[in-house]
């Protein structure tokens, strides 16, 4: 549901919120920030379209800062799929042609590392606008493909021409596309039901994540007061620990979180890239 009208403190945290259909996501940003103080900033991490449910993660204050870290972790979708129909946009909003032709067998789920071409209707920007708004113009819009990951593609259920689906997947994929390239298919309902660890399930868009348990995902790495002192101002600091993967990490001291930093060439020393002192 949407989030209600009750005040919000200010702060710096992620709200979870589950989006109905029929609103966009930037609707729930606007309601999340009719209900904090002044000028808060306030963003999201990952689009649901219109038609689409689910989790949808509103950052607050300089939560808006971790976007990027945020957007870049897994999903999970629920599919209802319709076969033997075929639309402009891949969902119920578009221009829908009956085929006819539905499957009566298994069909091939395709996982691994894919490479895709994202629909048409979608929010990326092709030549600086929006290629949905293109589209809408009538003019022809092919975006770039791109390589994405599908970790997990069930079939759940099947009736009549609807099939029902549990999709697992990189950020960037389009569960739109991944449903065309089955057939004369298009996706009837899109819920997103976990993003990372985040599960809908928890969704309460009353109850503020704070920014450290919410980037709890990244290594953390725990500094001295000198050393939360230094990355505060956007100094490197020694790296002190030793980790599997050059990824990024969470710099905290005795009080609490100071930046998210990333490794420096020859990996000895961490370089702040988002400070929150």
């Given at each position: 549901?949407?989030?209600?009208?009750?005040p919000l403190?200010?702060?710096d945290y992620v709200l979870a919120v589950d989006k109905p259909a029929g609103v966009t996501s930037h609707d729930v940003v606007v309601a999340v920030r009719r209900r904090l103080p002044g000028r808060t900033r306030v963003g999201h991490a990952g689009t649901l379209d219109?038609?689409?449910t689910g989790l949808l993660l509103v950052l607050v204050g300089r939560a808006t800062r971790t976007q990027r870290f945020l957007m870049a972790l897994p999903k999970r979708y629920e599919v209802a799929a319709r076969f033997g129909a075929t639309s402009t946009t891949g969902d119920?909003?578009?221009?829908?042609v009956q085929t006819g032709r539905v499957p009566d067998a298994d069909l091939p789920l395709p996982t691994g590392r894919l490479t895709q071409r994202p629909p048409a209707y979608s929010a990326l920007k092709v030549g600086g606008r929006r290629a949905?708004?293109?589209?809408r113009e009538g003019t022809p819009v092919r975006p770039p493909a791109r390589e994405?990951?599908?970790y997990r593609f069930d079939e759940r259920w099947r009736r009549g021409d609807r099939r029902g689906f549990a999709i697992e997947c990189s950020s960037g994929t389009y569960v739109r596309s991944l449903i065309a390239e089955l057939g004369d298919a298009y996706c009837e309902t899109?819920?997103?039901?976990a993003i990372g660890r985040f599960d809908v399930a928890a969704a309460d868009p009353s109850a503020p994540i704070a920014?450290?348990?919410?980037l709890d995902f990244l290594p953390e790495v725990r500094l001295d007061a000198d050393g939360g002192r230094r990355a505060g101002h956007g100094q490197t600091v020694a790296r002190g620990t030793t980790f599997d993967d050059d990824r990024t990490v969470r710099l905290t001291d005795l009080h609490g979180l100071v930046a998210l930093a990333e490794p420096m060439p020859g990996g000895e020393a961490l370089r702040p890239v988002v400070g929150f002192r």
């Amino acid at each position: 549901m949407l989030p209600d009208s009750s005040p919000l403190a200010p702060g710096d945290y992620v709200l979870a919120v589950d989006k109905p259909a029929g609103v966009t996501s930037h609707d729930v940003v606007v309601a999340v920030r009719r209900r904090l103080p002044g000028r808060t900033r306030v963003g999201h991490a990952g689009t649901l379209d219109p038609f689409a449910t689910g989790l949808l993660l509103v950052l607050v204050g300089r939560a808006t800062r971790t976007q990027r870290f945020l957007m870049a972790l897994p999903k999970r979708y629920e599919v209802a799929a319709r076969f033997g129909a075929t639309s402009t946009t891949g969902d119920p909003e578009g221009e829908i042609v009956q085929t006819g032709r539905v499957p009566d067998a298994d069909l091939p789920l395709p996982t691994g590392r894919l490479t895709q071409r994202p629909p048409a209707y979608s929010a990326l920007k092709v030549g600086g606008r929006r290629a949905y708004q293109l589209a809408r113009e009538g003019t022809p819009v092919r975006p770039p493909a791109r390589e994405v990951e599908v970790y997990r593609f069930d079939e759940r259920w099947r009736r009549g021409d609807r099939r029902g689906f549990a999709i697992e997947c990189s950020s960037g994929t389009y569960v739109r596309s991944l449903i065309a390239e089955l057939g004369d298919a298009y996706c009837e309902t899109l819920r997103r039901t976990a993003i990372g660890r985040f599960d809908v399930a928890a969704a309460d868009p009353s109850a503020p994540i704070a920014l450290g348990d919410a980037l709890d995902f990244l290594p953390e790495v725990r500094l001295d007061a000198d050393g939360g002192r230094r990355a505060g101002h956007g100094q490197t600091v020694a790296r002190g620990t030793t980790f599997d993967d050059d990824r990024t990490v969470r710099l905290t001291d005795l009080h609490g979180l100071v930046a998210l930093a990333e490794p420096m060439p020859g990996g000895e020393a961490l370089r702040p890239v988002v400070g929150f002192r």
